[in-house]
């Protein structure tokens, strides 16, 4: 198995572009999440989901993002329009009913 | 709310010395508790989980974390660590909607 796969590993974008970040989940994973990761907040949840539906998006930090699960093996999170404070990591991580998570490699996002 | 907290924030320890990293969670229902691991400039992988059974649980590298359910403590230990343990650790308790709940990591130094 491949792993959780992001894209693109790094992004650097100017301010009040959209941004689109990728996410393929483990096979037969049904659950799946965002996290974004700075040196100020540490580990933030921004956003899971069970089974393609989304169960908790009350860590999304305001209405410039969104995240979509069309399927089982796609999801998305954007940003638009971007702002230098959303500069992070962003990473999806995949479970099988949370027996543990696997993470993907991660997003490195810039904006300038 | 559920929460996991760890004591500290950055630990320094030179080579060979013994490790233990305090996580205390608050859930009052079945627990599973897990350790991650990040290396610099990598995402999260798994360390160890408990989920039932012996309280003390060995994990990859030589780490291993005791359950305590009186103490709601779930401490990771290392009887030596090495240069290359240097990473930041977090602590997460499975919460009641099926997400991980993570503490806000100890970053871990280890002086060669």
């Known amino acids: 198995d491949a792993g959780v796969i992001q894209s693109p590993r790094h992004e650097v974008t100017e301010m009040g572009q959209e941004v689109t970040l990728r996410c393929k989940p483990i096979?037969?994973?049904?659950?799946l999440f965002w996290y974004r990761q700075t040196m100020m907040r540490g580990l933030e949840l921004l956003i899971y989901f069970n089974n393609n539906v989304p169960i908790d998006d009350s860590g999304m930090p305001e209405d410039r993002f969104s995240a979509k699960m069309p399927n089982a093996s796609f999801s998305t999170l954007k940003i638009q329009p971007s702002e230098p404070r959303d500069s992070a990591v962003y990473f999806c991580a995949s479970s099988f009913s949370v027996v543990g998570y696997t993470f993907g490699s991660g997003t490195r996002l810039t904006v300038v | 709310a559920q929460s996991v907290s760890q004591h500290n924030h950055h630990v320094i320890l030179s080579e060979a010395a013994s490790l233990e990293l305090g996580c205390n969670y608050s859930y009052g229902g079945t627990v599973n508790l897990f350790w991650y691991v990040q290396y610099p400039g990598q995402h999260l992988q798994l360390l160890l989980k408990y989920f039932s059974g012996d309280p003390l649980v060995k994990g990859i590298k030589g780490f291993e974390a005791e359950f305590i359910k009186s103490k709601f403590s779930f401490n990771l230990r290392k009887p030596s660590v090495q240069w290359s343990d240097t990473a930041e650790y977090f602590c997460?308790?499975?919460?009641?909607?099926?997400?991980?709940?993570f503490g806000k990591g100890t970053k871990l130094s280890v002086k060669p």
């Open positions: 096979s037969g994973h049904d659950y």
């Open positions: 997460a308790v499975k919460g009641s909607q099926g997400n991980l709940i």
